[in-house]
């Protein structure tokens, strides 16, 4: 009699412990394999080619963006961007209205001390292979003075590009003009506080509803409000090492976080309201405090508390039978 209750409660422990099915078939999940990509600082779900994801290295690349396939992990096409100057410190990635990549040569490495920096934009090819294309170089300022930023994203209608500066005690939302111009200086200005992290990316839902901004180890999520973003919930995040980028995925029911390092990985979560959530406020499991501060996510704490009262009821059935 004691196999098979060794059996039948190690079957429910991993039963009760097992990832959700959402997360656990891994279908998004991938590793980033190409040697050449040891900096992954951005990431940005293509709209255009479904699995695929763009993204680029820190700095001392070139000026190169990287297409690489969730399905694989492998790199199926490396863009080589003209009519740019030489690219400083590449912190992030965003795709657009018409399938426009967008990529932020933001990152200040002097602590906010260079006068300008720069967005490049360029269309999303329709065939997936090494090429080079020539893209667009704007110029930005902010009209608060020079900040280091690793976060841009664009918003999937209007097509309006926002920076989130990088700050430990917490930094603010910035709203370029409506039209960004090739020939000018485009001055952001500061619209909402991002209070409370680090920003190192951030993402918005394809439907332009939703705002993740993350940092090293946790993230936060706002509804966009119309660029007046109010806060949902604090996210967590795995940990990947390095943390420096997260993405929607093309359907928004996932985030996508990622990390620095060769090898790196990009694994996802529920994101908060889409379809692996049963309510606006997200995930249990998503969530860094479980929901109480406790670390443990509603799923694990369940499972938990089932198992223990099915140990109990069949302890207490072995009981009765030695009785008899």
């Known amino acids: 009699m004691r196999r098979p209750f060794a059996i039948l409660a190690a079957a429910l422990l991993v039963g009760a412990f097992a990832v959700p099915a959402s997360a656990a078939d891994g279908d998004e999940d991938f590793t980033i394999k190409d040697p050449r990509i040891t900096e992954s600082s951005g990431l940005a779900a293509s709209r255009l080619h479904p699995g695929i994801y763009w993204t680029h290295n820190d700095s001392d690349d070139g000026s190169y963006i990287y297409a690489v396939d969730s399905r694989t992990g492998e790199?199926?096409?490396?863009?080589?961007?003209?009519g740019v100057g030489t690219p400083r410190d590449v912190e992030a990635i965003s795709v657009g209205p018409g399938n426009r990549i967008y990529v932020g040569d933001i990152g200040d490495n002097l602590g906010g001390s260079w006068p300008h920096v720069?967005?490049?934009?360029?269309?999303?090819?329709?065939?997936?292979?090494?090429?080079?294309?020539?893209?667009?170089?704007?110029v930005v300022?902010?009209?608060?003075?020079?900040?280091?930023?690793?976060?841009?994203?664009v918003h999937p209608k209007t097509g309006r590009v926002y920076i989130v500066d990088k700050n430990e005690k917490g930094g603010h939302l910035y709203e370029g003009p409506a039209?960004?111009?090739?020939?000018?200086?485009?001055?952001?200005?500061?619209?909402?506080?991002?209070?409370?992290?680090?920003?190192?990316?951030?993402?918005?839902?394809?439907?332009?509803?939703?705002?993740?901004?993350r940092s090293y180890f946790g993230a936060i999520a706002y509804d966009w409000n119309g660029g007046k973003i109010k806060r949902k919930e604090r996210l967590g995040v795995?940990?990947?090492?390095?943390g420096e980028s997260v993405t929607y995925?093309?359907?928004?029911?996932?985030?996508?976080?990622g990390a620095e390092g060769a090898d790196s990985s990009v694994e996802g979560q529920d994101a908060p309201g889409g379809s692996g959530s049963s309510s606006g406020e997200g995930s249990s499991s998503a969530r860094g405090d479980g929901g109480n501060g406790d670390g443990l996510g509603g799923d694990l704490k369940?499972?938990?508390?089932?198992?223990?009262?099915?140990?109990?009821?069949?302890?207490?059935?072995?009981g009765l039978r030695r009785r008899r």
């Open 75 to 82: 790199t199926v096409a490396r863009l080589t961007l003209t």
């Open 249 to 257: 995925t093309a359907d928004g029911t996932r985030l996508m976080y």
């Open 238 to 242: 795995p940990f990947l090492g390095q």
């Open 141 to 153: 300022k902010y009209s608060d003075g020079a900040r280091d930023a690793e976060s841009l994203v």
């Open 179 to 213: 039209e960004l111009s090739a020939s000018g200086t485009n001055v952001f200005r500061p619209v909402a506080p991002v209070p409370e992290l680090e920003a190192t990316d951030a993402t918005l839902s394809p439907d332009g509803e939703h705002l993740v901004v």
């Open 118 to 138: 720069w967005i490049y934009e360029l269309p999303e090819p329709k065939t997936l292979k090494d090429q080079t294309i020539r893209a667009t170089q704007y």
């Open 302 to 318: 369940t499972g938990a508390i089932a198992v223990a009262v099915v140990c109990v009821a069949l302890l207490g059935l072995r």
